[in-house]
């Protein structure tokens, strides 16, 4: 190899790690969908959405779970302009989800996540 044998194995390395970068800072950005946009098995994405309503789910008494702190589910009616869904929330995301809040939900491996940002709010 002479000097240009140098010069394509730096620019090869150069590429590889510009292509690694890429890969990295492109998990890093969100994909902001609109409600309209989700198909079943959504996954990576994220979606800014308005708490309409929300309605307690009553649990059932558990005697073998009497002892732990009970379960709190609500079923929440999210949306935006395009359209909207229904979010299960449990325990401390219960109370996250009041109506009239902005919430940024996560889809994740085809369901859905809240996600709070650094400074507690969504």
Known sequence: ?????????????INSICSLWHKLFMLSI???LKVDQLKLGTSGHTLTVKVVGQTSVPQKP???????????IAKCLVGDETASILFT?????????KPG?????DM??????LVVDKMGSC
């Open 30 to 32: 969100p994909v902001f």
């Open 108 to 113: 994740f491996k085809g369901s859905m996540r």
């Open 101 to 105: 809040t902005t919430v940024k939900i």
């Open 62 to 72: 558990n005697a073998a779970s009497s002892h732990l702190r009970p379960n709190r």
């Open 89 to 97: 929330a449990r325990n401390d995301q219960v109370d996250l989800m």
């Open 1 to 13: 190899g002479g000097p240009g044998g140098d010069d394509r194995l730096g620019s090869s390395l």
